[in-house]
């Protein structure tokens, strides 16, 4: 009687090892499907359009471009120190964005668009705002309070010079930043009862460049009576000189009103002035 044979056990096949980096991405895959929608594309640098050449201090510069649709555009500006978001956009489905900015002080100016780390071109701008003489480096040719009220004809004018000695120069230097200045003349209302009544002071203002220079026509107020006066056109001027004189010349104790003096200028201050700029071409 032969011998009963044990049935044989199937061989196993060998496991294929995968490893855990394959694994997760072939799960990825599993889950996401055949209709998986790309990543994202990173936002473009934005686009600033053309600005003007020049703005005012206060003026509402509106700044366009074009951006990735969607995206949030910070508009930085500079003013000679680092940037700073001044407004936000949102760019619409065309990729277009519009924002208004103001600036609040004089001076060349810079703005760019920035969406996350990409920046657009940079597009430069002169910013001009009215600077109060009195208060910037002044060089003065007599004695004078400088900076202080003064009254003429009942009228408050602050920021002003009460040049003394009969004649005298006021100087700045304005280095082709201003395009404008205005101040009114006249005495101060309170040096009334030391006169004679019959005085009257005389004034120009002069832009001076190297080569040239213009000059106001002659401006002249009596008592109570205030003189405007207004010099434009000193886009090339590198200083400005007002003066004044008295036509009394026994009146050499009163007092010849500068009120107000100011200046329309692509700065938010001026530069220094020395002896050497109080010469005249």
């Known amino acids: 009687m032969s011998a009963a044979t044990s049935p044989r056990r199937p061989r196993r096949l060998p496991r294929a090892r995968v490893s855990?980096?394959?694994a997760l991405v072939l799960a990825a895959a599993l889950l996401a499907g055949p209709n998986a929608a790309p990543a994202p594309?990173?936002?473009a640098?934005?686009?600033?359009?053309p600005l003007p050449d020049a703005v005012d201090v206060g003026q509402t510069l509106t700044v366009r471009g074009r951006a990735t649709a969607g995206t949030t555009v910070a508009v930085q500006t500079r003013q000679g120190g680092a940037w700073r978001t001044a407004a936000r956009a949102t760019a619409s489905g065309s990729g277009a964005f519009r924002a208004a900015v103001r600036f609040t002080a004089g001076g060349p100016a810079q703005v760019r668009a920035v969406v996350g780390d990409r920046a657009s071109n940079t597009q430069r701008l002169a910013v001009y705002g009215w600077l109060d003489l009195a208060t910037q480096p002044i060089l003065v040719g007599s004695a004078a309070y400088v900076d202080v009220p003064a009254t003429i004809g009942g009228a408050s004018f602050p920021h002003s010079l009460l040049v003394q000695g009969g004649s005298a120069s006021v100087w700045w230097r304005v280095d082709r930043q201003c395009t404008e200045v205005r101040y009114t003349l006249g005495l101060e209302d309170t040096e009334f009862?030391?006169?004679?009544?019959?005085?009257?002071?005389?004034s120009r203002?002069?832009?001076?460049?190297?080569?040239v220079g213009s000059a106001s026509g002659e401006v002249v107020a009596g008592w109570y009576t205030a003189s405007p006066v207004t010099l434009r056109g000193?886009?090339?001027?590198?200083?400005?000189?007002i003066t004044g004189t008295l036509r009394d010349l026994?009146?050499?104790g009163l007092s010849i009103v500068i009120g107000t003096p100011r200046a329309r200028c692509n700065a938010a201050r001026l530069g220094p002035v020395s002896?050497?700029?109080t010469h005249v071409p």
């Open 193 to 202: 009862p030391r006169s004679d009544g019959d005085e009257e002071v005389v």
């Open 45 to 49: 640098a934005p686009l600033v359009a």
């Open 41 to 43: 594309a990173a936002a």
């Open 234 to 241: 000193l886009a090339q001027a590198e200083r400005l000189v």
């Open 20 to 22: 855990g980096g394959l």
């Open 275 to 277: 002896r050497s700029d």
């Open 205 to 211: 203002v002069y832009a001076l460049d190297e080569g």
């Open 250 to 252: 026994d009146a050499d």
